[in-house]
């Protein structure tokens, strides 16, 4: 009887020991589909790629093959004595902070080590429009890809990000102190730069911890006059093109063609069912002219 016992309390042992194994595992769930119907598929969507915009790509690594290859990464500081005077005197042309610019710069391309910069120039992120007529890189952003300018060097990147700004949307930041970082910080926020909540607050702490600030100079009243005056007058005379921006921005990625080598308006047109005119008033475009790597809009 005793020995009985005892074989019984080892069996519940041994018992107890494998559930409780047992429950410590994930348990496999299997969905099955309703009878008569396919199996349902968990794998998410491939995005739509362009096949064109990785040749593309492969075109601008080889030509900037050798500065690739060569490319030192930046520390912070070096990133801030190579670019400090570009942004100071961006700063005295249109009355943009340096300290706003450099913050963005080394923000947007993680102080200059990111993809963009390293094989694009491409120091702020700034995507192509259809007034672009430069080279262009692609990469995933807000979709799969988004069309990035190329510069030739860096500089031409700072510059081109001044004329960018030069647009009605952010008329009113030019009428601030050009010394008024914070001014500015909020200011682009506000007026559609980036979507992030805390862009302001990001820039600020940026400028703040790195001191960039003390490239920032005052200005008189006439100057400041002077200087609002000729740099509103040319976002006037940019007002125009934001509406052809908009036409590539908002247009699905299966209506786009980017153009490769060899291409011509008449090609393209005769490729989806189009006359030249028809394609030319799809884009907004007043001649011929179109480059390798540019977007355009080749369904209603």
């Not at 190329?150 to 990000?161: M, Q």
Request: aromatic share 10%.
């Amino acid at each position: 009887m005793q020995k009985a016992c005892i074989k019984n309390i080892a069996y519940l042992l041994l018992l107890t020991a494998l559930l409780s194994a047992c429950s410590t595992r994930k348990k496999a769930v299997v969905i099955t589909a309703p009878s008569g119907t396919a199996p349902v598929s968990r794998t998410p969507a491939t995005p739509q790629r362009n096949p064109e915009a990785h040749r593309n790509n492969e075109r601008v690594q080889k030509e900037n093959e050798q500065t690739i290859k060569t490319f030192t990464p930046y520390t912070v500081a070096s990133y801030i004595e190579r670019f400090k005077a570009i942004a100071i005197k961006e700063m005295n042309l249109y009355g943009i902070p340096a300290s706003i610019t450099l913050a963005q710069g080394l923000f947007e391309s993680g102080f200059g080590n990111g993809e963009l910069a390293r094989v694009a120039n491409n120091h702020f992120g700034i995507k192509c429009t259809s007034d672009w007529t430069g080279r262009s890189y692609f990469k995933d952003d807000d979709r799969p890809d988004d069309c990035f300018r190329v510069y030739n060097n860096p500089e031409d990147s700072y510059r081109d990000h001044s004329e960018f700004l030069k647009r009605k949307r952010y008329a009113k930041l030019f009428e601030l102190d050009k010394n008024d970082y914070e001014g500015w910080a909020y200011g682009l926020k506000a007026a559609g730069y980036a979507t992030n909540p805390k862009y302001p607050q990001l820039l600020i702490n940026t400028i703040v911890k790195y001191q960039l600030d003390q490239f920032d100079r005052p200005e008189g009243e006439l100057q400041k006059i002077k200087r609002e005056d000729r740099v509103l007058a040319q976002i006037n005379q940019n007002i125009g093109k934001a509406a052809k921006d908009s036409i590539i921005n908002n247009t699905p990625l299966q209506k786009l063609y980017t153009v490769a080598t060899g291409d011509t308006l008449y090609n393209i047109s005769k490729r989806f069912g189009l006359t030249v005119d028809e394609l030319k008033a799809l884009n907004s475009m007043v001649d011929n002219n179109i480059r390798i790597g540019q977007s355009l809009v080749v369904g209603k």
